[in-house]
């Protein structure tokens, strides 16, 4: 069984900056990709970012060049910088960890960008 623990969520101002942690723990043999979803009010959950075992990277069009997403293997933590924050990037982000077969997600953490 994979757990998996966000953290890192808040109120922010329009224009701020946030870093997401997710680690994964448990009984890992390996992980093929981690990421980040996001659900906003009203909304279905959509991928917002995600990177391979490999490195490869995929962002939703919404957050290219303003999100970054990265990992640390060695830790199997993975980290997204969100920067320059707007109203419709608010919503509880769900971090994923794939392994070969399945996935696991977390509970989720609270992103407010509000003034």
């Known amino acids: 069984q994979v757990h998996v623990m966000e953290s890192g969520g808040g109120l922010v101002q329009p224009g701020g900056s946030l870093i997401l942690s997710c680690a994964a723990s448990?009984?890992?043999?390996?992980?093929?990709?981690m990421g980040w979803h996001r659900q906003a009010p009203g909304k279905e959950r959509d991928l917002v970012a995600r990177i391979t075992s490999g490195g490869d990277t995929k962002y939703a069009e919404s957050v290219k060049g303003r999100f970054t997403i990265a990992r640390d293997s060695a830790e199997n933590t993975v980290y997204l910088q969100m920067n320059s924050l707007n109203p419709e990037d608010t919503g509880v982000y769900y971090c994923?960890?794939?392994?070969?077969?399945?996935?696991?997600w977390g509970q989720g953490t609270q992103v407010t960008v509000s003034s």
């Open positions: 448990g009984s890992i043999l390996s992980i093929n990709a």
């Open positions: 994923y960890v794939q392994t070969p077969g399945f996935v696991s």
